[in-house]
């Protein structure tokens, strides 16, 4: 193969026809993505550079890929990463690779803190009642009247002759001299205003910048009055806090914090010391810091400070949850290559569940979000267990696929162990 001329297109129709005959059910995509994988190109780009040959380092790469693909490797653990929301993930065999399901169960958790707890409406823009507005409105009712005395000047000045003129003298409301004076006087008005406006921001007197919750953005240094600090705490919502148990790659935490970055902090658990050093890994990747999502390797909420108990607005999990049954009749590609410490859920798919639910009135607070994905036979049962557990408005949300996925609810009454 690698005395060969491999040309981008080459590769990519015999990657194609390989693994087709292999039994591939997306042959050509999975062949676009290892061709990026091995070039660094994105897909886009190979259909640009289809005549350009692969070099030695990339034909072996690209070998190596397609064996791999070949007996069933996720396409994810060979390329060693994925897309997620907003986010790319780094993927590594002995994690779970993230599912197009659990980007919805972030959406679910973003619905609810923007509804409550970032407090949407603190976005909506008030004007600030600040010390140079009533200069500002003087200037500008002046410059309307200046603009009126001068369009009826011109209007009586048209309908003037010379002669008229000339009797009437320069200083009469409605000569041409009398408009051209208010021209000149516009012009210095104008000018006048100008270097106003540059000395107002000279002085930083501008009205600060804000985000979409109404916080001033950082770095926009201005000198403020009272009022206007209060105005800004008033409207300033609190950082929402958030526990995810079971992280995996991270991409539930990562995505939150990244969307709503300075607004949401994470805490973050894994029993797998792969998953925690590979969220971390991630974590860095998208420059996010330690204090923005923290990673804990513990068994569920173990590593949880008692202090923090009762602290958190939601708790979120993708726990393992498949039924020992149905893990027999999982995909060659799952079953065989995914950890099955990330899958099994127990004979019904919640035994995980179920101590969520028990730890979830001790971690949140009152209103706290609790809300998990799980195996879609078993969300009529969870939103039982739920009720039974005395948390109040309990729903399903269903999947793309239109599939029950994903039970929420809300704890109405946090306890406190003794």
């Not at 692969?54 to 060693?80: F, S, W």
């Not at 805490?267 to 204090?291: M, V, Y």
């Not at 390797?297 to 939601?314: A, Y």
């Not at 127990?346 to 971690?363: E, H, Q, S, T, V």
Request: net charge negative; hydrophobic share 40%; proline share 5%.
């Amino acid at each position: 193969m690698a005395n060969e001329i491999w040309t981008i297109k080459r590769c990519l129709e015999w990657t194609k026809e390989y693994l087709a005959e292999r039994g591939e059910e997306h042959p050509r995509l999975s062949a676009e993505w290892l061709l990026c994988a091995a070039t660094g190109l994105a897909r886009i780009d190979l259909y640009m550079r289809m005549d350009e040959m692969l070099d030695a380092t990339q034909l072996e790469t690209m070998h190596a890929a397609v064996v791999r693909r070949a007996k069933g490797e996720p396409l994810q653990y060979i390329t060693g990463s994925t897309q997620f929301r907003m986010i790319d993930v780094a993927c590594a065999p002995g994690v779970l690779i993230p599912r197009p399901e659990t980007e919805m169960l972030v959406e679910e958790v973003l619905n609810y803190l923007d509804a409550e707890v970032l407090s949407p409406e603190a976005a909506t823009r008030q004007r600030a009642e600040l010390p140079w507005n009533d200069e500002v409105e003087q200037a500008r009712k002046a410059e309307a009247a200046l603009a009126d005395e001068r369009a009826t000047a011109e209007r009586r000045a048209e309908n003037l002759t010379a002669a008229d003129e000339a009797a009437l003298g320069g200083d009469v409301l409605g000569s041409r001299a009398y408009a051209e004076e208010l021209a000149d006087r516009e012009a210095e008005e104008a000018a006048a205003q100008a270097e106003e406006a540059e000395a107002a921001e000279a002085e930083e007197l501008a009205e600060p910048e804000l985000d979409e919750y109404g916080i001033a953005i950082e770095g926009a240094d201005q000198e403020t009055t009272p009022a206007q600090d209060a105005a800004v705490d008033a409207a300033d919502p609190r950082v929402a806090r958030v526990l995810e148990v079971g992280c995996g790659t991270g991409c539930i935490s990562l995505s939150l914090a990244w969307e709503r970055r300075g607004h949401v902090t994470c805490t973050a658990t894994d029993i797998e010391p792969r998953a925690i050093d590979l969220a971390t890994k991630n974590r860095d990747a998208l420059g996010l810091t330690s204090d923005e999502v923290a990673f804990s390797l513990t068994n569920l909420v173990s590593s949880i400070p008692r202090e923090e108990w009762g602290t958190f607005d939601v708790l979120v999990s993708n726990p393992p949850y498949i039924p020992t049954d149905v893990m027999r009749s999982l995909p060659h590609e799952v079953k065989d290559f995914e950890p099955d410490l990330a899958l099994e859920g127990g004979a019904d798919g919640l035994d995980i569940f179920r101590r969520l639910l028990n730890a979830a009135p001790y971690m949140l607070r009152a209103g706290g979000l609790f809300a998990c994905e799980l195996y879609e036979g078993a969300l009529d049962a969870a939103a039982e267990l739920c009720r039974q557990a005395g948390l109040s408005d309990v729903r399903i949300v269903r999947d793309l696929t239109d599939r029950p996925r994903i039970v929420r609810a809300i704890v109405t009454e946090p306890k406190q162990r003794q």
